[in-house]
């Protein structure tokens, strides 16, 4: 049976439709698919043209094309979304649900495979890495990862991938992995308002061997292996770079991961009176800015901050103390509250934003599980500070990476 699932769209003007495609997560698997996401991006033997391109989407009542890999785990998917007008707000009957699709799988099943397009692709890809790089903090961050897969280094860039595959890449290369494409499992969600009548056109058109293989997976996440590291690297920045990674172990209930996670991530640096915040920015006056973020798929908690150079050792004390504290029980009940609610509201405010249903229905489809935000948003409020202490005691601090 075809891999396709279209909901009914009930509240919006415009609809999504999405192909995605999984394959495994290595430097030159992302490599070759950022320069394929690009080249479609930019034309295709439809329209091959940069400019006729983004007319065609544009006469199609300004339709929104996004093609992009994003990691998850230990895989890359590819994304193929088209946001678009729904037919029924539109007064033209060639505008219809058939053309649209036409023109979506046309620019998806069809690249264009030009040498001054690809040419075009690796220099925007270039320019658009070394702009990334130039910020601070994410060249920290890009460095924290590194370091974070040292010992596997297929994982260790979760953005481009390996820039030397990116330079030297050729026509056919492309050719042959948008070729091998097909063949990996591959699934197509929307939120459209007839899904019937979207459903049937893309049972016949979506001929991929890899729309009919299980797009699932259970092997998702990449475990964090206990193997303590400390760097810190200069340079010339106002301030400094600090990010301390925390791992868990990959085996504890998905729930507890998840969940924990978020909950955590919220408590220590959710807002102005979060503990981090606190005891980081106003008790000590060290830091610009300090977030916390839950990495389900690579067992991580993260926590980074952008901090005056001087109080680096008080910084990275007052972290350990915070998390150590919750390990302990030792847990603020009015903070712990907030943060519930902040995700609770978090949640309720998805609900508002078609493309995070979208992307709720990749998320369940890609772990093969059916959970509402209804049902997100009740783990969240069942969620126990008992529970958040279990979490916080399996952390274990692997890497502390600073930029000065």
């Not at 509240?11 to 999405?18: E, L, R, Y």
């Not at 990116?166 to 492309?174: F, L, V």
């Not at 699932?216 to 206990?226: G, Q």
């Amino acid at each position: 049976m075809t891999n396709i699932q279209i909901e009914p769209n009930y509240k919006f003007k415009t609809a999504s439709v999405g192909c995605f495609l999984r394959l495994p997560l290595n430097q030159k698997n992302l490599a070759l698919a950022n320069v394929l996401c690009v080249m479609q991006s930019n034309a295709s033997l439809l329209y091959p043209g940069v400019s006729l391109q983004a007319k065609a989407l544009e006469e199609k009542y300004d339709s929104q094309l996004e093609i992009f890999p994003q990691v998850f785990g230990n895989q890359i998917i590819i994304f193929y979304s088209l946001n678009f007008i729904e037919p029924r707000e539109i007064l033209n009957p060639d505008y219809n649900y058939a053309e649209i699709i036409k023109m979506f799988l046309g620019i998806i099943k069809k690249p264009l495979f030009n040498p001054s397009l690809l040419y075009l692709a690796k220099s925007q890809l270039s320019s658009v890495r070394a702009q990334y790089l130039d910020i601070p903090s994410n060249y920290a961050l890009n460095r924290f990862f590194e370091y974070w897969y040292r010992n596997e280094s297929q994982y260790k860039d979760n953005m481009f991938g390996d820039m030397e595959v990116i330079k030297n890449c050729t026509i056919e290369q492309i050719k042959s992995f948008f070729d091998n494409l097909k063949t990996y499992p591959a699934v197509c969600l929307g939120l459209v308002e007839n899904p019937d009548m979207m459903t049937d056109l893309l049972q016949e058109q979506l001929d991929w061997p890899g729309f009919f293989r299980s797009f699932d997976t259970d092997e998702l996440t990449i475990p964090a292996h206990f193997a303590p590291f400390t760097k810190n690297e200069e340079g010339e920045h106002g301030q400094t770079q600090l990010l301390m990674g925390f791992g868990y172990d990959a085996s504890l209930p998905l729930d507890l991961r998840q969940f924990g996670g978020l909950i955590l991530s919220q408590y220590l640096a959710g807002d102005e009176s979060s503990k981090l915040f606190t005891s980081i920015r106003e008790d000590l006056g060290a830091a610009y800015a300090i977030e916390v973020n839950n990495l389900l798929d690579d067992s991580l908690l993260l926590i980074s901050a952008g901090i005056d150079k001087d109080k680096l050792l008080a910084t990275k004390a007052k972290i350990n103390q915070s998390i150590r504290e919750v390990a302990k029980g030792n847990i603020d009940k009015t903070l712990f509250k907030r943060a519930q609610n902040a995700l609770k509201r978090t949640y309720q405010s998805n609900e508002d934003q078609e493309s995070l249903l979208l992307m709720q229905l990749l998320a369940n489809t890609l772990r093969g599980r059916s959970l509402t935000i209804e049902e997100r948003i009740k783990k969240v409020v069942n969620f126990t500070p008992e529970k958040l202490t279990r979490f916080a005691q399996s952390l274990f601090l692997n890497e502390s990476y600073c930029l000065q």
